[in-house]
């Protein structure tokens, strides 16, 4: 299960993501982040029966975090199969089946956004 984590770096503020793993025992894959001197913002990957331990865990620390049931979407009615995001995708969600159709792996999607820009039908978006 997927977690988008928020969370500020004021001074003094601990290093939530290895303090998480370090209270809850459980192993964090962190799949994207931005990191500054101030926030912070990170996808990170946890297995679905420690989900919500993760997620409570981070926000009694002062991160907000939402979970992602789903990764990018995907409106085939819109599609052409023109595979620009296909080449564009840093996870190989896309690929075409035999008949040159568009097939996503959905799992794989780091929620990037790369696809959504590059679509010229506005086929694919991102969960809001
Ligand atoms: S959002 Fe990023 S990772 Fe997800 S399918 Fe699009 S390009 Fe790939
Ligand atoms: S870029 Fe858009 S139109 Fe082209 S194959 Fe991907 S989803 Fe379909």
């Given at each position: 299960m997927k977690l988008l984590v928020n969370f500020s770096r004021g001074?003094?503020?601990?290093?939530i993501i290895a303090q998480v793993v370090l209270d809850t025992g459980v192993l964090i894959s962190v799949e994207r982040a931005v990191i500054d001197s101030s926030e912070g913002e990170a996808l990170i990957d946890v297995p679905d029966d420690a989900c919500h331990l993760v997620r409570d865990r981070m926000a009694s620390l002062g991160a907000t975090v939402r979970i992602l049931e789903h990764g990018v979407t995907f409106n085939e009615s819109e599609?052409?199969?023109?595979?620009a995001c296909i080449s564009i995708c840093p996870r190989e969600v896309f690929s075409f089946d035999e008949e040159f159709r568009l097939h996503l792996?959905?799992?794989?999607?780091?929620?990037?956004?790369k696809c959504v820009d590059a679509c010229p039908h506005h086929a694919l978006t991102l969960p809001v």
């Open positions: 001074k003094g503020s601990k290093p599609c052409v199969d023109c595979g792996v959905e799992e794989r999607c780091i929620l990037c956004g």
